[in-house]
């Protein structure tokens, strides 16, 4: 099964250059999430879909941009990338509408590094 | 706004003994704790789910105990391998009455299991 996949693995950008990251989940889950991880602070929600054709914001969205096109993919835009955008990007999606303690299922990342 | 609180420095010991990592919380007891297992260059795994009304939770070599009074969970590995040696994560919903299925981690404690 392949899960969650995210492409791509790795990028390197240029300040103000923009990218998409692609996410895709074959679980039939109905969330799914956007995160970052940096040295010392964790991971941090940046954006997540409850469900097809909803979005809402999470801790650290500012500079991002999401697009939930169907029930399986969920994509991160950077429209003008920033040096502090620089991190290790993890989608995930998890099963239920409404929680209640659902496992989320991640992806292996997309290392993204802005000069 | 809850925090988590799990410590930063790596536990180190010996193969065949019990590790035992913490995460403290500052806010609201939620409705339950994960915890999940991240390799180095992968995506956090989900290892066990543990409910407010539950006091411990066993899964094969792994025990999580979950303490309202005391604002915290223990997560135990009985009889530790070198294959251990990984990030451990917890995660809590991010409001009390959350059932949207969003979580924040804690930063994670890394444990190394030497043979």
């Known amino acids: 099964n392949a899960g969650v996949t995210q492409t791509p693995k790795f990028q390197v950008l240029k300040t103000g250059q923009s990218m998409t990251l692609q996410c895709a989940q074959d679980m039939n889950h109905n969330s799914m999430y956007w995160y970052r991880q940096d040295p010392g602070m964790g991971l941090r929600l940046i954006y997540y879909?409850?469900?097809?054709?909803?979005?809402d914001k999470g801790e650290v969205p500012n500079g991002y941009n999401v697009s939930r096109l169907n029930k399986r993919e969920f994509s991160l835009r950077l429209e003008s990338a920033a040096p502090s955008q620089t991190s290790v990007y993890f989608c995930a999606s998890s099963g239920t509408r409404t929680g209640l303690g659902q496992p989320q299922h991640f992806g292996d990342g997309t290392r993204l590094s802005i000069l | 706004s809850q925090k988590i609180e799990q410590n930063s420095e790596a536990l180190n010991i010996q193969e065949g003994k019990t590790a035992t990592l913490t995460c403290n919380y500052t806010?609201?007891?939620?409705?339950?704790l994960q915890w999940y297992r991240q390799d180095p260059g992968r995506g956090p795994v989900f290892l066990l789910l543990i409910r407010e009304n539950e006091k411990e939770k066993r899964k094969e070599r792994l025990k999580v105990t979950f303490d309202t009074t005391l604002k915290q969970s223990l997560f135990h590995i009985t009889a530790s391998q070198p294959a251990d040696s990984a990030t451990y994560l917890c995660a809590l919903p991010t409001s009390f009455s959350s059932n949207t299925g969003k979580l924040i981690f804690g930063q994670g404690t890394t444990l190394q299991v030497k043979p």
């Open positions: 806010n609201y007891s939620p409705a339950y």
């Open positions: 879909s409850a469900s097809e054709g909803t979005t």
